[in-house]
C-alpha cells in the first residue's frame, strides 16, 4: 500500500470496492453520551462543518425525540480506538448540548409541544428524561477490515467520500412544499388545487406576473402564493417586513381563516377574481417591462381595496390608468430589486402604492400599513399555557409505536410497487425532484452495498403501505429497472428518469453511461438482492399518528450542505489548504469578514472561510488559467453586477488540488498571496476602527458587505505585485472603488452581456493602470 502524499486512485478504489464493511445497529442516548463512548466519539473531525443550528431548529430535534419520531441516522467511521462522526454532527451536539443544560427549547421549534418553552434537561421531570434517555438513535458504521496497512491519506479521504455521499444527496424540502404537506387535507388549499388543475392559461399569467417565474411547474409554489395573499391584508406591512417570526403569524394567520371559513368556494373565487382584476389592471396600463414587485404591491392594495367592497369602476378609466402608471413611472427607483428584501424596501414600496390609492379611493390604508394593537392580538390567538398543559398528558399517545426495520431484497419491493399493496405519491409527497447525478450516486452505493437510510411506510387501515419518506430513492431505483409503479390515481407509471444511463460516479467510474441492462448479470443480481431497511408504522398501533408531520420532521432538513459552497469544498479538499484557509480567516477575522461572526448562538456557515477561498480561486484563474474567466459581469436592473462565473468549476478545481501536487502548491501560494494582499489592505487602514475602515473602502459608508465588493476590491490589487502596494495611500483606493462603484451603478455600456463583460474588464484594467 502506497503511503505517498497523493495516494493512487486505485488503491482508494479498491479499498472501498473490497474492504469497506458498513453495519447498521441502535443505541440508547444514555448510553451513546455516556463516559466511555463520549471519550472515544470526535463529533467535529476538521472536515465537518460548523455547528449552525439555532435554538428553534435544535428545539424540533429535541421535540422529534420525544415524540418518538425517527430522526435520521448517525454515520459514523470506526477505526478501533476513536470513532469519527462522518455525518450527523449537527444532531449530535444538539442532544449533547440539550444533555449538558446548554440549550434551552425555544417555543418556534416546539410544534406539539409548546409547555415545555424554556426548559432544559435538568427541568424536565424524572419520567421525561428517562424518555429521551431511553430513546434510541440509529446508527451506521464503517470500518475498514482486512486492511492492516491503511495510510493515513486514505484513511483521510475514505471518510471524506462517506461524507459527501451523504450529505451531496440530500434533497431537502422547499418551504412551498412544506406548506404543500401541511395543508394537504385543508378545505381552502384543495378548492385552490382544483382551480389551478382546471386553469392553466390563468396560472401561467400570475406565475409570470406576480412569481417572477416562467412556464408551468411545481403547484406548490403557486399554492404558497396564493395562501399568503388570503392573509396579507391581515399582516401589517411594518410587522410582516421585520422577517421576525414572519412564517409563523403566516401560519397562525391563515389557521385562523382556514377555521373560520364557512364556504372555501367563495373565498377561493373572490382571490381568483381579485387576481383576474389587478392583471387587467397592469395589461391596461400597457407598461413594456413588469416589475414584480410594482405587480404585488398593486395586488396587495387592491386585494384589500376589494375586500372593503370599495368601489374600483375607476380601473376601467383612461385617465386613472395614465395617472396612474405616470405615477409609477416617476416612483421607479420605490421598486428596485437591489435589497428588495430589506425591512425599509418592503415599507416603502407598499406605502407609496397605499399612498397613491388613498388618495384616489378616499380610503385609510394606515391599519395595513402599521397596527399598534396587532402584537396583543397574535398573543391572544397562540395557544394558552392552559391548553398547552393538557397535551403533555398526551404524550403517550402522541408517541409513535414502530418496529425495528426489516430488511427487505429490492426485486419484493419493485413487484408489490407496481401492485395496490403500495401508494408511492400520497397527496402531501413532493415532484419527482431527484436528477440523474444523484440517481446514479444511489446506484453506485447499492453496488458498493453501502446501506442507505431507512424507507418510512404508513401501513393504513385498509392495508395499503403509505410511502412517508423514501419516494426520491425507489423512484431512482425503479428509473435504472425500468419498472413501473402503481401512481395516486391507480395507474402503472414509469419514473421520470426511466432507464438512465450512470453518471458521475465517482468510484466505480468504468460503470458510468451504463444502463442496467448493460451491466453483467452479477451486478443486476447485486442489486435485486440488496435489502433496504423498511420502518412500517401500522394505523392499528397508532390511532393518533399523522403520516404528514413524520413527513415534515424527516425532510424539513435545517441547513442542508449547499454544494460548491465551503461546507462542501471543506469535505473534500486538500487538508493542508484547508487548513491555511481557516488560518487565513481566523487571523483577520475581527475585520476582514462577509459576514461578522456571532457570539454565542450558531456559528456562521463558514462563509468568511468561502470568501478567502474564492478570492485565492480567482487568483489561481488569473495566475495560471488567464484564458479562463472567472468574474461574469452582467446588467440586472441597468446596473452592473457581478458573479463567479461557474461554481462548480471552483469544486472541480479544488477537487483537482487533492490528487495533484503541482495544483495543491500552486492553490495554497495562491492564498498566501491572498493574505500578503490583505495585509496590504490592513496597514492602510485605520489602525483604531479596522472594520469601519474597510466597510468605508468596500461601500463608501454603507456597513453592508458584499461578495461583489470585495471582487472588485481584489481585481484591482491583484494586478499588482504586492511589493509595489505600499506607494499606494487609502485614499487612491478609495477613489478607485468609488469610480467602481459609479460606474456599475450608472454604466456607460449598456450593450449585450458579452459586451458588458469586455467593457468592465476593460474598466478595471484601465483604473488599476
Known amino acids: 500500500m502506497s503511503d505517498n502524499l497523493y495516494l493512487n486512485q486505485e488503491e482508494f478504489e479498491n479499498v472501498f470496492r473490497n474492504n469497506i464493511k458498513s453495519s447498521e445497529y441502535s443505541v440508547s442516548i444514555k448510553t451513546l453520551f455516556g463516559d466511555r463512548m463520549t471519550r472515544k466519539v470526535n463529533y467535529h473531525p476538521y472536515y465537518q462543518r460548523n455547528y ?42 444538539t442532544i449533547k448540548r440539550f444533555r449538558n443544560g446548554e440549550l434551552k427549547l425555544h417555543i418556534k ?35 475498514v477490515f482486512n486492511e492492516p496497512k491503511l495510510s493515513s491519506t486514505l484513511e483521510d479521504k475514505i471518510k471524506k467520500e462517506i461524507f459527501r455521499r451523504y450529505n451531496s444527496g440530500i434533497t431537502p424540502l422547499n418551504s412551498a412544499e412544506i406548506d404543500n404537506a401541511t395543508y394537504n387535507d385543508d378545505d381552502i388549499t384543495n378548492c385552490l388545487r382544483a382551480i389551478i388543475a382546471k386553469n392553466e392559461s390563468l396560472i401561467f399569467q400570475i406565475r409570470e406576473t406576480f412569481m417572477n417565474k ?17 392573509i396579507k391584508s391581515s399582516f401589517p406591512i411594518n410587522t410582516f417586513a421585520t422577517g421576525s417570526q414572519r412564517s409563523e403569524i403566516a401560519d397562525l394567520l391563515y389557521s385562523v381563516k382556514a377555521d373560520n371559513t364557512e364556504n372555501a368556494e ?46 374600483i369602476s375607476k380601473f376601467e378609466s383612461e385617465t386613472f390608468l395614465l395617472s396612474l402608471k405616470n405615477f409609477l413611472n416617476d416612483n421607479q427607483h420605490n421598486f428596485g430589486s437591489e435589497n428588495s428584501h430589506h425591512y425599509k424596501s418592503i415599507i416603502t414600496r407598499h406605502k407609496v402604492v397605499a399612498d397613491y390609492f388613498s388618495k384616489e379611493f378616499d380610503f385609510d390604508f394606515s391599519l395595513f400599513i402599521k397596527d399598534e394593537g396587532f402584537k396583543k392580538n397574535v398573543a391572544e390567538l397562540r395557544q394558552s399555557e392552559k391548553e398547552a398543559k393538557l397535551k403533555l398528558d398526551e404524550l403517550s399517545s402522541l ?43 444511489i446506484i453506485e452505493s447499492i453496488i458498493l452495498g453501502i446501506t442507505l437510510p431507512p424507507l418510512f411506510v404508513y401501513k393504513k387501515i385498509d392495508n395499503v403501505k403509505e410511502v412517508i419518506d423514501g419516494q426520491q430513492r425507489l423512484l431512482s431505483i425503479l428509473g435504472f429497472l425500468g419498472k413501473t409503479y402503481q401512481d395516486e390515481h391507480g395507474q402503472l407509471s414509469y419514473a421520470k428518469n426511466n432507464e438512465f444511463q450512470l453518471k458521475g460516479l465517482s468510484i466505480l467510474k468504468e460503470l458510468n453511461g451504463s444502463r442496467y441492462s448493460n451491466l453483467d448479470q452479477n451486478l443486476q443480481e447485486k442489486i435485486l438482492d440488496f435489502r433496504l431497511s423498511i420502518i412500517e408504522i401500522s394505523a392499528s398501533l397508532n390511532v393518533n399518528f399523522e403520516p404528514v408531520d413524520l413527513f415534515i420532521r424527516l425532510n424539513n432538513k435545517p441547513y442542508p450542505i449547499k454544494e460548491n459552497s465551503f461546507e462542501m469544498w471543506n469535505s473534500f479538499m486538500d487538508r493542508d489548504i484547508i487548513k491555511k484557509i481557516r488560518d487565513v480567516t481566523d487571523k483577520n477575522i475581527d475585520w476582514f469578514f462577509i459576514s461578522q461572526r456571532k457570539d454565542g448562538g450558531s456559528s456562521d456557515r463558514m462563509l468568511n472561510e468561502e470568501l478567502i477561498t474564492l478570492l485565492s480561486y480567482i487568483h489561481y484563474n488569473n495566475q495560471y488559467r488567464a484564458e479562463y474567466t472567472s468574474i461574469g459581469y452582467y446588467l440586472r436592473d441597468e446596473k452592473i453586477n457581478c458573479r463567479i462565473t461557474n461554481k ?8 483537482k488540488t487533492s490528487v495533484d501536487i503541482i495544483s495543491k502548491n500552486r492553490f495554497l501560494q495562491c492564498v498566501n498571496d491572498i493574505n500578503d494582499y490583505i495585509g496590504v489592505i490592513k496597514n492602510k487602514l485605520n489602525p483604531d476602527d479596522l472594520k469601519g475602515s474597510l466597510s468605508d473602502l468596500l461601500r463608501v459608508g454603507n456597513p453592508r458587505r458584499y461578495l461583489v465588493d470585495f471582487y472588485m476590491l481584489f481585481e484591482v490589487l491583484q494586478r499588482f505585485d504586492v511589493s509595489k502596494m505600499n506607494d499606494t495611500s487609502l485614499s487612491e483606493m478609495e477613489s478607485t472603488m468609488q469610480l467602481i462603484r459609479e460606474e456599475m451603478l450608472n454604466p456607460s455600456s449598456s450593450g449585450s452581456s458579452s459586451d458588458t463583460q469586455k467593457y468592465f474588464e476593460g474598466l478595471i484594467e484601465s483604473l488599476s493602470n
Not at 267 to 275: D, G, N, T, Y
Open 52 to 93: 449552525v443550528w439555532d435554538k428553534a431548529k435544535a428545539s424540533f430535534f429535541i421535540e422529534s425525540i420525544l415524540l418518538g419520531t425517527d430522526v435520521p441516522p448517525l454515520i459514523f467511521f470506526n477505526a478501533g480506538s476513536r470513532i469519527e462522526v462522518i455525518d450527523g454532527r449537527q444532531r449530535y451536539e
Open 109 to 143: 421549534g416546539l410544534t406539539k409541544l409548546p409547555q415545555l418553552k424554556n426548559y432544559t434537561f435538568s427541568k424536565l421531570d424524572p419520567d421525561m428524561q428517562s424518555l429521551l434517555d431511553d430513546a434510541k438513535i440509529r446508527i451506521f458504521e464503517f470500518e
Open 214 to 230: 416562467r412556464g408551468n411547474s411545481d403547484s406548490s409554489k403557486v399554492l404558497q402564493f396564493f395562501r399568503s395573499y388570503l
Open 266 to 311: 367563495e373565498l377561493c373565487a373572490f382571490l381568483i377574481k381579485v387576481l383576474r382584476k389587478t392583471l387587467g389592471l397592469i395589461e391596461s396600463m400597457r407598461i413594456s417591462e413588469s416589475n414584480q414587485l410594482v405587480n404585488n404591491s398593486l395586488l396587495w392594495a387592491v386585494f384589500i381595496l376589494m375586500e372593503d367592497d370599495v368601489d
Open 399 to 441: 408517541r409513535v409505536q414502530k418496529p425495528d426495520p426489516s430488511q427487505v431484497p429490492i426485486e419484493e419491493i419493485v413487484s408489490e410497487l407496481s401492485s395496490n399493496k403500495y401508494l408511492v405519491r400520497p397527496s402531501y409527497q413532493r415532484m419527482e425532484k431527484i436528477n440523474v447525478h444523484k440517481a446514479s450516486a
Open 648 to 655: 462548480k468549476d471552483v469544486s472541480s478545481s479544488l477537487e
